[in-house]
């Protein structure tokens, strides 16, 4: 049988749930910045009015629900 004291038992106790709280604090933030990262690949810029629209589907032609521009999807460095 193990036998502990009282203060043992303490610092187990206490040492157990700092690590519990760091591991479970981890977990938090790393969910937080994945749904961050999925967010930031849905919003969509128009590129005439500017207007920010998070948009679910994977159409390469974006058309802005504000202006009804037609915009290209993605890094597009074309001119007109």
Request: glycine share 4%.
């Amino acid at each position: 049988m193990i036998e502990l004291t009282l203060t043992e038992l303490a610092a187990w106790s206490i040492g157990a749930s700092m690590i519990l709280v760091v591991f479970f604090s981890w977990i938090s933030r790393w969910s937080n910045a994945n749904a961050e990262r999925r967010s930031l690949r849905r919003k969509v810029t128009c590129r005439l009015c500017l207007f920010v629209v998070e948009d679910e589907t994977r159409d390469r032609i974006f058309q802005c629900p504000h202006c009804g521009a037609q915009n290209v999807r993605g890094r597009n460095r074309s001119l007109g």
